[in-house]
């Protein structure tokens, strides 16, 4: 079956935004290709300098890949594909500070550290099976609204999965889409000192 390409993909925007140029757009979105994209092409999607959101979920896209171009880029969603492993951030982490990864096929959370400004992490629905990947958050300082469900870590636990979480990294202010407030503090401590298992089994 045919793909889409980004050039296509860019086409079909500039089609749909008659007189704007993709390359002084700050907000792109190139969901729902028909056919599907199935890659990145770095040399055309670097030509988006000035964009600030990229959309690019709900597509077939296998690889994440470095993208220098994107020197401003501060939300990157790429939800709804077929991706295995963060990857390609090493260039944009200094601005990007929204990552919207739901409904992958992603099993670890190695490739975030360099996204020092990233505050937002949306990772449900993908194949995180051990707790100690959710630790990997605690290197990144502005991170605060994360949301897991969907993942096998959330599987057979007899306590609140969301309580998990923020038992492990206690500077969130949002998990699962729940505000963290005193009552809900209150109840990760109670938890006690039992942490969650390692592994799903």
């Known amino acids: 079956m045919a793909k889409t390409t980004c050039a296509k993909a860019l086409q079909n925007w500039e089609q749909e935004h008659p007189g704007e140029q993709p390359s002084e757009a700050e907000d ?7 056919p ?5 092409d770095p040399p055309v999607l670097n030509t988006l300098a000035k964009v600030k959101r990229l959309s690019l979920s709900s597509n077939a896209i296998e690889k994440m890949v470095n993208l220098p171009g994107l020197r ?35 099993e670890r959370l190695d490739g975030l550290q360099p996204c020092i400004k990233l ?16 630790d990997k958050l605690k290197d990144l300082p502005e991170i605060a609204n994360v949301l897991f469900v969907g993942n096998p870590i959330y ?32 109840k990760v401590k109670a938890l006690g000192d039992a942490g969650p298992p390692g592994t799903v089994k």
């Open 28 to 34: 792109i979105r190139l969901m729902f290709q028909n």
């Open 119 to 134: 505050h937002t992490l949306y990772i449900g629905n993908n194949r995180i099976k051990v707790w100690d990947e959710v």
């Open 72 to 106: 401003q880029i501060e939300i990157l969603s790429l939800s709804r594909n077929n991706i295995k492993k963060i990857a390609g951030l090493e260039e944009i982490g200094q601005t990007l500070k929204e990552l919207w990864l739901s409904y992958n096929y992603i």
């Open 155 to 186: 599987e057979n636990q007899k306590d609140e999965p969301k309580l998990l979480v923020l038992k492990r990294i206690n500077t969130l202010k949002n998990v699962d889409g729940t505000v963290v407030d005193d009552s809900l503090m209150e």
């Open 36 to 40: 599907p994209l199935d890659k990145l």
